[in-house]
Every structure is written in structure tokens, then in C-alpha cells.
């Protein structure tokens, strides 16, 4: 009899025992679809707020999730405002949310520096088709991804195709006395210095003044082939209308700070086959089935034309989802996964090299037709390839 | 394995060892899980006021954030131009709203007289609208300023408010309605402007229950009945502000949720996962379970070996006892070890030891009388064989046979 009491006692000890190794983890509501999200890191609102490049990333989520809606993949857009301060605190946030396993952006330069040590400690990976400072994949980040052309490459290109494709002999180079347009401006210079070409006359700007007469009759008296000018829009518009006005119409060339409807709008008539330089392609290109295809999925989703970088965003988007499709299930993994990765997108061929950087960015150059920017020519590592 | 299933089968060693884990570690577990409950319902609760000041804060600040807006409308309504315009029936120029709309961040501006009618609006889409049938227009038109409510376009997937506010001329009449638009992120962002906690997400929630606000695009567009939340839908429509524990939210585990109402009668509402706040318990419960793990596994080896050794002479003695019982070779060596321990069972052995030399030294003796009593019995055998043979009838015919044949041999001779 006391056997058979001791038995029953057992068995209950194992029963509670089992029950306590088994129970704790009751919030698991796990219905063979693993909860998986990606975070996007970009001005929503706010003075900074651009063509919305997360239109992008968003459209690529929900044509997965229109296909796979027993499963579908979260989308969680942070709105930094473009403030770096902001991005950070959102880092934060974005690092405490276990199903986020991989971030599309920042949008910026400056917030991209302020979320990037974040993430790093946590091998959250990142991956930024608009953040263009050269020096974000030199600081050692190894989760940094950034899938477009720098800063850097945007100055050869050009020289490239000025020389190349327009073969000029004499070129004005002029920029906008600003850090992004003397910098571009420089590259240029010394980079068709090197091809032989004369610079004549290397000229800066002042953006307050409106009027610009001396520098456009200086370029009518020396004759130049071409005019490059580095810089932002506003600037730029009054140049090209004077050059233009005055009776100048050698090509002019100038980088993504003038890729502005307003370019077209602001110089009327005279801003026709302007060309610009770009990491970015055009987003109202349709040239391809697939193309055709995206400009008409995004009509359909958001009501509007795609503008800016929505489909270098499309593209990064795809290349996670593949990452997640692919069985990578971490932060971990999916940082490996993109290390390694060769994703041949809509806009270009994506695979990073070990600093994060894209191995071959084409910087691409559109030309200014009707009232929008056409793509003209792909430049990948200094050859000038001319779309059909 | 049925010795394995059945408990009154296990050796000595098993029971022991097995009564010692039930004994001290069941109680021990039993009390680490009411210990872990207790922490997680202490934990939840205070998540629980956490999450509801942070459901206050993103109301207030969504509140603080239309309430501006309110008063750009304001401005806009009392700009001289646009009261003009509005006043004169349009024989004034339109004034400049489209840098109305680039200064105060929105998405549209809309002019509106008094009967309803879109006089000027940007973007144009917005123009020749009535607009008469709004709530917030007929607010407006009565003097007051409104907010309408957040507007959730399902084909795009986007949310926005309109704010109005009456275009007064300086002697204060009512001319027209001045509206703007403001995006839903706009909204959304201040919304967030409440500190989450770890994977905590706020969303706003209009009057009927429609998720209009939210980062994640599985929640967005979606009625709060559809995700199996209609409690929390009954709740949020009855209370003003309040909380919720264990609500699952599909896809994101269970949360607690805290509410809290705001303007245009939508709600702001703020998810916490559970699972994200009562990790540090669970990691504690874990390590616990590891513990208690290795205790009953060390417990049971311990056991094990005591019992062995407990039971180790006991078997001995039983070996002996058994080798007595089949009357066979006593390994008496073994036993006097045994019997040199001074504990219980070392007493058990002198004992068992001695009975055991006493029934040898017994039947040594008991097989020395059978030998003896075996000769006896051997001699009367013998005598007893004789009387015997010389008994039987046989024997008798024989000699009467055999004295007939001598007594006719001498008669007939």
C-alpha cells in the first residue's frame, strides 16, 4: 500500500516537473509563419521630406504580401524627420523590436552616421540606396550596406562621358561655392585634367546674386565645347537661363544636386538635353517590361507618379525579402546573407564589397526631354555605355 | 523495460534516489513557478501604467499637433486676402495658397463660402468639391473650429485629417471656411512622440474601431473586431482611457494595451508585447529550471551511489542467505568484511555470521548422528532382509518342498 501511495506520488512530481520545464513561454502564438519585419529609416515628414523614397520600399512589401498573405512580411517606415538626433532614438526603438531583421535606408548621410553604431552592436544590418557620402562605408561598420554610387564616383563619371561621349576639348567648369558643388566641381576638373582636357575658365558662383552676366560673357568670349557646373538647382537654373538667353548652347552638364523638376520648370525651353549625372535612375523610365511594370504597380498603389529614388528603394526592399526567402532568419543571418549576395535588380547588378559599398555602382546620365529627365547613358567604371 | 515502468520493481538505489528528487526538488519547482507568476503579474502591472502614461502622451501630443494646426487655420482664415476673396464672391484674385500650403507643412488648402462650395482649393483635385455635407465644414460655418476626423483611404493606403477653422472678416462675421489637410504621418509622428517601451508600437484608432494610424502595414486599414479584438473594440468604445492585459494581437504574441482617448473621438492606443517586458523573468525562470535541472540530476546520482552502498552488503547478505538456503558454498570472506562494519547492517552481517556458522556447526553434527544412525539402521536392515527372506511362504513351500522330496526319497527308496 505505501509502494503504491509513493508511485502516485512520483508520478505527479513528474507531471509538475514537466509542466514547469514546458510552461513559461505561453506568449508564443507561432502559426508556422515566423513574425518577420523590415524597418525603413527616412524623412516621413517634416522640412526634409523629399519625393518619398519609401514609396519604394512599401510597394515592394506589399506586392510580397499580396502573394504570400499567409505570411507576410511586416513593414515599419521611421519617421527621422531627417534629423540625425531623432534617427538615433529610433535606432534604439528599431533595435528593441525582435521581429525587425533588417532596415531599408536612412535616406541621409547624417542620420545614416547617427544609426549605424546602433545597429552595429546588435548585427542589424542596413541597406541605403540614397546616402552618398563617401566616407559612411570607411568607418569600419560591418552591417553598413549602401547599394548605389557615392559622391566619389558621380565626378569621373562625368569627366568620363564629357570627354568620351560629347568629346569635348574645352570645358567651363563652374560651381555653386557650396561644399557639394565645389567638391563635385573639383573631381570633375581634375579628372578631365587627366583626360587632356582644358579647363577654361574653372569658376565659382555666388548663389546670393541673381545676375550672372560676367561669368556667361566670359564662356561666350573663350568659346567653350561644354559647360559642367556643380551644384544645387537654384543657382543652376539662372546660369543655364543666361547661358541659354545669351545665346550659348553647348552642351552643359551638371550632378544629381540639379536632378529637379524645377530645372526643367525654372529654364523653360533652354534646360532641353541638359544632361545630369545620377546614382539614381529615373523612376518614369519605362523602357523595360518590367519597368513598365513597376511605374504602373506604383500608379496603382499610391495614385502619383514615381519621383526620386523610389525604385532604387524598390529594388533594396526586393533584395531583403530575397534575403528572408532564402531562410535567412536572424539579424545575423541576414547581414551574412547580403555580404554575399549577387541580386540583379531592376536598376542595376547588386553585390557588396567588404566595406559595404556596392563593387560596381553605374552612375547614370539623363538627358532633360519634354518635361522629364530621360536616361541617356550608364557609366560603369568610367565607360560610357549609351541606352538605346 | 517493464522493470523500468513499474516502481515497486526498481532497485533500492531507484526508490531512494527517486523519493529524494519528488521530495525536495517537486516543492522547490512548485514554489520557482509561483515565484515566476508573481514576478510577471508584479512586471505586467506596472507595464500596464507605463503603457497607459504613454497612450496619455501620444493623445495629448496628437492633440498639441492638430490643435497648431487649428491655429494656422485660424491665421488662414483671418488673412485679409482670403477673407476678401472669400467675401466678394470671387471678384477678388485668388490669393496665393499654394505658398500657404509649402508654409504650414500641408497637404492641401481649401477655401470653402459659406454654402459649401470649394472656391479655391490646392491641390486643384480639391477644387469645385462641396464640401457642405462635413462635419467639419458645418462646425466651421458656425463659428467654431474643428478637427475632423482621421480619414483612412484604403486604395492608397493613406490616412489624413482636415482642420477648419471660420474665415472671419474684422468684424468678426463669418464669411467662409478655411481647411487645411494634414497628412496622416504628420499625425502618425506625433502619435510616436510617446516613449515606447522595447517592440511597443502606438496606433490610432478612429470611432469605429478602424485602425487609421500605424507603422505596420498588417495593422493598417484594419478593424480591431478583425483581428479578433472585439473586446478590446467594446472597451476602447465605451472607456475613455484604460488598460488591457493579455489582448494577443495576431502575429505579435500577446500585449498588454493601454488607451487613451483624443481628438475628433479617435483613439490613441498603445501595444506592448509581453513577451519583450517579461524576458528578464523568463531568463530567470530559465536559469532556474536549469538549476533545479542539475540539483535532481546530482540528487539522483547521489542516491544512487548511497543507496548502493547501502545495499551492497544487503545484497551480499541476501547472496549468503540464499547460498544457505541451496545449502551451497558460503563465501564467508565476503561476508566477514561486511561484518566488520560497525553500522546496522555490519551487526545484521556478525549476526547472520554466527546463526550461519551455528546451522553449519548443526548440521555438521546432524550429519554425524545420520552416519551413525545409518550403520544402526543398516545392521537391522540386514537382520530384517534375513527375517524377511526367511519368512515369506515361498521359503516355507521350499523346506516343506524340500523335507516332502527327502521324505519320499527315503520312503520310495
Not at chain 2, 21 to 36: D, E, N, Q, Y
Request: charge should be negative; proline fraction near 5%.
Amino acid at each position: 500500500m505505501s509502494t503504491r501511495r509513493s508511485v502516485a506520488m512520483t508520478c505527479a512530481g513528474a507531471l509538475a516537473a514537466a509542466s514547469f520545464a514546458m510552461g513559461c513561454s505561453s506568449d508564443d502564438t507561432s502559426s508556422g509563419c515566423t513574425q518577420r519585419a523590415i524597418a525603413f529609416v527616412g524623412p516621413l515628414t517634416g522640412q526634409y521630406r523629399r519625393p518619398p523614397m519609401q514609396n519604394g520600399a512599401e510597394l515592394a512589401v506589399a506586392q510580397y504580401n499580396k502573394e504570400h498573405p499567409d505570411c507576410p512580411i511586416g513593414y515599419l517606415p521611421y519617421d527621422s524627420q531627417g534629423d540625425p538626433d531623432l534617427a538615433a532614438r529610433l535606432a534604439e526603438q528599431i533595435v528593441d523590436d525582435p521581429q525587425i531583421l533588417a532596415v531599408l535606408g536612412p535616406s541621409y548621410s547624417g542620420e545614416t552616421a547617427a544609426v549605424m553604431p546602433v545597429f552595429e552592436q546588435v548585427s542589424l544590418a542596413n541597406v541605403t540606396a540614397s546616402a552618398t557620402n563617401p566616407t559612411l562605408s570607411q568607418q569600419g561598420w560591418t552591417t553598413f550596406h549602401r547599394a548605389v554610387g557615392t559622391d566619389d564616383a558621380q565626378g569621373p563619371a562625368a569627366a568620363a562621358f564629357l570627354s568620351d561621349e560629347l568629346k569635348v576639348r574645352r570645358v567651363a567648369v563652374i560651381d555653386d561655392s557650396g561644399l557639394y558643388g565645389k567638391t563635385l566641381a573639383d573631381l570633375v576638373a581634375a579628372d578631365l585634367g587627366k583626360r587632356g582636357v582644358v579647363i577654361a575658365p574653372r569658376a565659382s558662383l555666388d548663389p546670393k546674386v541673381l545676375d550672372y552676366t560676367s561669368t556667361v560673357g566670359s564662356l561666350a568670349e573663350i568659346g567653350v565645347d561644354a559647360v559642367y557646373y556643380g551644384g544645387v538647382t537654384e543657382p543652376g537654373v539662372r546660369l543655364l537661363k543666361q547661358m541659354r538667353d545669351a545665346g550659348i548652347t553647348v552642351p552643359f552638364m551638371g550632378g544629381d544636386g540639379i536632378f529637379d523638376p524645377s530645372l526643367i520648370s525654372g529654364v523653360g525651353e533652354g534646360a532641353q538635353g541638359a544632361f545630369i549625372t545620377c546614382p539614381c535612375v529615373d523612376p518614369t523610365d519605362e523602357s523595360s517590361p518590367d519597368r513598365k511594370a513597376f511605374a504602373a504597380a506604383y500608379r496603382a498603389y499610391f495614385g502619383y507618379e514615381p519621383v526620386g529614388f523610389v525604385m532604387e528603394y524598390f529594388d533594396v526592399a526586393r533584395l531583403v525579402i530575397a534575403a528572408l526567402e532564402d531562410g535567412a532568419g536572424t539579424r545575423a543571418e541576414v547581414d551574412r546573407w547580403l555580404d554575399t549576395a549577387r541580386f540583379v535588380g531592376m536598376t542595376k547588378a547588386i553585390e557588396f564589397d567588404d566595406s559595404g559599398d556596392i563593387t560596381a555602382g553605374p552612375i547614370f546620365v539623363l538627358r532633360v526631354e519634354g518635361d522629364r529627365f530621360a536616361q541617356f547613358a550608364t557609366i560603369l567604371d568610367g565607360r560610357v555605355q549609351k541606352n538605346q | 523495460m517493464r522493470r523500468l515502468l513499474d516502481p515497486r520493481r526498481w532497485s533500492l538505489g531507484a526508490k531512494i534516489g527517486v523519493t529524494l528528487v519528488v521530495a525536495a526538488l517537486v516543492p522547490m519547482a512548485l514554489l520557482s513557478v509561483a515565484a515566476t507568476r508573481s514576478g510577471q503579474d508584479a512586471v505586467e502591472q506596472s507595464e500596464l501604467s507605463a503603457a497607459e502614461g504613454r497612450a496619455v502622451v501620444g493623445a495629448s501630443s496628437v492633440q498639441q499637433y492638430l490643435l497648431g494646426v487649428v491655429g494656422r487655420a485660424n491665421q488662414l482664415g483671418t488673412t485679409s486676402d482670403v477673407v476678401a476673396f472669400l467675401k466678394n464672391s470671387g471678384s477678388t484674385s485668388i490669393p496665393a495658397i499654394g505658398a500657404t500650403a509649402s508654409q504650414f507643412d500641408v497637404e492641401a488648402v481649401i477655401l470653402a463660402d459659406l454654402r459649401g462650395a470649394t472656391r479655391a482649393a490646392v491641390p486643384s483635385s480639391y477644387e469645385g468639391r462641396n464640401v457642405a455635407g462635413e462635419d467639419w465644414f458645418v462646425d466651421a460655418a458656425a463659428g467654431q473650429t474643428a478637427v475632423g476626423r482621421i480619414a483612412f483611404d484604403p486604395r492608397t493606403n493613406r490616412s489624413s485629417v482636415i482642420v477648419a477653422a471660420p474665415a472671419r472678416d474684422p468684424s468678426a462675421a463669418v464669411v467662409g471656411v478655411a481647411a487645411l489637410q494634414v497628412s496622416g504621418q504628420d499625425v502618425l509622428f506625433a502619435l510616436n512622440q510617446a516613449p515606447l517601451g522595447p517592440g511597443g508600437q502606438a496606433v490610432l484608432v478612429d470611432p469605429d474601431g478602424r485602425i487609421v494610424l500605424t507603422r505596420d502595414s498588417r495593422l493598417l486599414g484594419k478593424q480591431l473586431s478583425d483581428l479578433g479584438l472585439q473586446d478590446l473594440a467594446d472597451s476602447i468604445a465605451d472607456e475613455p482611457s484604460g488598460t488591457r492585459s493579455k489582448v494577443p494581437l495576431p502575429g505579435r504574441g500577446v500585449q498588454v494595451v493601454a488607451w487613451s482617448a483624443t481628438t475628433g473621438g479617435n483613439i490613441a492606443v498603445v501595444f506592448q508585447p509581453r513577451a519583450a517586458f517579461l524576458a528578464p523573468i523568463d531568463r530567470l525562470a530559465r536559469t532556474t529550471r536549469i538549476a533545479l535541472a542539475i540539483v535532481a540530476a546530482v540528487a539522483l546520482l547521489l542516491a544512487l551511489f548511497v543507496a548502493r552502498r547501502l545495499s551492497k552488503p544487503v545484497s551480499a547478505l541476501t547472496n549468503a542467505a540464499s547460498a544457505l538456503e541451496a545449502n551451497t558454498e558460503l563465501d564467508i570472506d565476503r561476508l566477514e568484511n561486511i561484518a566488520r562494519s560497525r553500522d546496522d547492517i555490519g551487526r545484521l552481517a556478525r549476526v547472520f555470521s554466527s546463526m550461519a556458522a551455528e546451522v553449519a556447526e548443526r548440521e555438521r553434527r546432524l550429519r554425524a548422528q545420520v552416519e551413525a544412525l545409518k550403520v544402526e539402521i543398516d545392521e537391522d536392515r540386514r537382520r530384517l532382509t534375513v527375517t524377511e527372506l526367511t519368512d515369506t511362504e515361498f521359503f516355507r513351500n521350499l523346506i516343506e518342498r524340500a523335507a516332502e522330496i527327502r521324505r519320499r526319497a527315503r520312503g520310495e527308496s
